[in-house]
């Protein structure tokens, strides 16, 4: 089955900074890369997916950057705001990594 | 989006009795579902795949005649905690693939908090 690590498992950031989160994976056939948000007693929400036959994709102040040779993939969150406050998860072939706390300073 | 909705989405249970959480798939047929576990400030956990009209895969280490799952119909799954005890307690949560299209985005319902006194 799937290994999936990610890193790190807290981050503060000041309002208006750049967070940066990366997930690995073992599975070489997985070929869907989803970022999911979780905020506390929710459920989570995806946020931005990416497919293997792509490097990067971006949507407004969220990446999400690819790299299946090395088998990792990265969620960029520019311009952070207070309500970016998340707990964030990746989750290849729907096996969930161990979670991000993002903690936003206003 | 595609709509998935649990219920119920809190239960409180004495030891040794059995629990029935529904998962609906609202405006979409789902052949699959998924069944997380979450204990707090953990991640989600995957238990098991509902497979409309067959059996349910479990993962490793998840104990098959303890959480039971039945997938009868194209948007209704069921996991069933029997003789549920404290360890047990904490938060369930169902997920499906919307329509026939395996995008592999999943839509999760609200989520069922689960307390075993």
């Known amino acids: 089955g799937e290994n999936v690590e990610q890193h790190p498992s807290t981050l503060s950031v000041q309002e208006g900074d750049s967070a940066v989160i990366k997930c690995t994976y073992s599975d070489s056939a997985s070929n869907y890369f989803p970022w999911y948000k979780q905020e506390l007693g929710k459920r989570p929400q995806l946020i931005i997916d990416?497919?293997?036959?792509?490097g990067e994709k971006k949507d407004q102040r969220i990446a999400v950057t690819l790299n299946k040779t090395a088998k990792h993939f990265s969620l960029h969150i520019t311009e952070t705001q207070p309500e970016d406050s998340a707990v964030y998860f990746c989750a290849p072939d729907m096996r969930f990594g161990a979670g991000t706390r993002l903690t936003v300073k206003p | 989006g595609a709509v998935v909705s649990q219920h119920p989405s809190w239960v409180i249970c004495k030891s040794g009795t059995s629990v029935k959480i529904e998962c609906r798939s609202l405006d979409f047929q789902a052949t699959t579902m998924f069944w997380y576990r979450q204990f707090p400030k953990q991640s989600l956990m995957l238990m098991a795949t509902s497979n409309e009209g067959s059996k349910a895969t479990y993962e490793q280490g998840v104990e098959k005649d303890k959480f039971l799952i039945n997938h009868a119909s194209l948007t209704l799954s069921t996991l069933t905690v029997t003789s549920a005890h404290p360890e047990d307690s904490s938060f369930y949560i169902c997920?499906?693939?919307?329509?026939?299209?395996?995008?592999?985005?999943?839509?999760f319902g609200e989520g069922s908090r689960l307390t075993v006194l």
């Open positions: 997920s499906a693939p919307p329509g026939l299209a395996d995008t592999g985005e999943l839509f």
């Open positions: 990416i497919r293997s036959n792509v």
